[in-house]
């Protein structure tokens, strides 16, 4: 039998190298990757900042109610009132939150969602989703806004009781929302109540 006398030379590993073409690629690659990560950041900073804030607004002399102002967006075609005094912000795109002058909860306020997307696509299932997340202890129509005051049954909502208000537009809906703890409560339907679409 014949052995082969090792050699004390370690063996070198294999080395690979990619053409010129490949290596432009696989460039060409991380550097779309790296815009794509990029881009998605920038979109999450820029949809965490509030859009417009309104400090100054604008009192109409029809109001209805003395010591209410008007708010108006041009942009969504709609006007309600709110007392004056207090915060109109457009958080992002078409999610507005009313708040009182000394509100520091970022999550208290009246909302009124306007983007009709989700599960406020349709009109029925935004009344759906409503009924399904509250435990309801009223029902009423306010205007062309369909009220309801209940309790969360889920998540972050449990045990807490809310108003939430749907209206009827085009093939969607308009979502208001509150804790129902005062200052918003007793408000709250004179808010949804004078809420109108303007052309």
Not at 22 to 35: D, E, H, P, Q, R
Not at 57 to 75: E, F, H, L, Q
Request: aromatic fraction near 10%; include cysteine.
């Amino acid at each position: 039998m014949v052995h082969k006398k090792q050699s004390s030379r370690r063996r070198r590993p294999e080395v690979y190298y990619l053409s010129a073409a490949g290596a432009m690629k696989v460039s060409t690659i991380n550097l779309v990757l790296t815009a794509m990560i990029c881009i998605f950041l920038v979109l999450i900073v820029v949809s965490s900042l509030p859009k417009t804030s309104v400090t100054a607004p604008v009192t109409i002399s029809t109001s209805t109610r003395p010591g209410w102002s008007v708010y108006t967006s041009k942009r969504y075609n709609f006007t309600f009132e709110y007392p004056e005094g207090y915060r109109v912000e457009e958080r992002v795109g078409g999610f507005f939150v009313i708040s009182a002058p000394d509100e520091r909860t970022p999550q208290s306020g009246i909302s009124i969602d306007m983007r009709s997307q989700g599960l406020f696509a349709t009109y029925s299932e935004a009344l759906e989703q409503v009924e399904r997340s509250l435990t309801l202890s009223s029902d009423m129509n306010v205007g062309s806004w369909r009220v309801f005051t209940g309790v969360g049954k889920e998540g972050m909502m449990s045990g807490i009781e809310f108003k939430q208000a749907v209206m009827r537009i085009a093939s969607g809906a308009v979502v208001a929302e509150t804790i129902n703890r005062e200052p918003y409560k007793s408000i709250f339907n004179d808010v949804v109540g004078s809420f109108k679409l303007v052309r």
